[in-house]
């Protein structure tokens, strides 16, 4: 069974600094990673996502990511955190096997103070 | 990319009454809809999977009864919360996939979300 884990409830980050929003998962094929970011009553908007290939995933918004196999890990990262940023993440991750199931994680709240 | 909508974006209604919600895609052709219900500070639970011209699939712990998903074309599926109480409040969100141009890579298309308020 595919699973993902987001292990913080929110994450505060001054403007301009760097930020992290962390992820870890698990599923039984190999994994399509994906990161959405969702504002105040919408639907969900995608960032970027793993397939294969390079580890290093570069997205919308200067967001990027990290695929890590020997840890799981498919952390958020951008390098100069914006006001405009905050928001709600979630990381989410389908079984490379098949079928189109996703699951999410329970979803990072990004608080970036000006 | 692919354009993804969801109507009405906010309903209120009267306990024991039935609403629809209508996901509906623009440019594409879905093949398949999924619809997601999100509580507050929560992740989004995917409830059922439902595929043009056939029943939909529903996730354990869903009432299939309770909330009815059509897919009857293309581009639009619905779900419909029946005899709808406060418990059943929530924001309800849909997403949508053609599989048959699409392989299964791709990122998911999210309509804009209903928020369902039963009183």
């Known amino acids: 069974a595919q699973s993902v884990a987001q292990p913080e409830d929110q994450v505060n980050v001054a403007e301009g600094n760097p930020l992290t929003v962390k992820c870890t998962y698990s599923?039984?094929?190999?994994?399509?990673l994906f990161w959405y970011v969702q504002y105040p009553n919408r639907g969900l908007q995608f960032l970027l996502k793993y397939i294969t290939g390079d580890n290093l995933v570069k997205g919308s918004y200067g967001f990027e990511a990290e695929f890590n196999k020997s840890q799981t890990s498919f952390h958020l990262k951008k390098p100069s955190a914006l006001v405009s940023d905050s928001a709600l993440y979630f990381c989410a991750v389908r079984d490379g096997a098949g079928g189109f199931k996703t699951i999410f994680g329970a979803g990072t709240r990004l608080f970036v103070k000006a | 990319g692919a354009v993804v909508s969801q109507h009405p974006s906010w309903v209120i209604c009267k306990s024991g009454t039935s609403v629809k919600i209508e996901c509906r895609s623009l440019?594409?052709?879905?093949?398949?809809m999924f619809w997601y219900r999100q509580f507050p500070k929560q992740s989004l639970m995917l409830m059922a999977t439902?595929?043009?011209?056939?029943?939909?699939?529903?996730e354990q712990g869903v009432e299939k009864d309770k909330f009815l998903i059509n897919h009857a074309s293309l581009t639009l599926s619905t779900l419909t919360v029946t005899s709808a109480h406060p418990e059943d409040s929530s924001f309800y969100i849909c997403?949508?996939?053609?599989?048959?141009?699409?392989?299964?890579?791709?990122?998911?298309?999210f309509g804009e979300g209903s928020r369902l308020t039963v009183l």
């Open positions: 439902s595929n043009e011209g056939s029943k939909a699939t529903y």
């Open positions: 997403s949508a996939r053609d599989l048959t141009s699409q392989p299964n890579t791709g990122e998911l298309f």
């Open positions: 599923v039984s094929g190999n994994p399509y």
């Open positions: 440019d594409f052709q879905a093949t398949t």
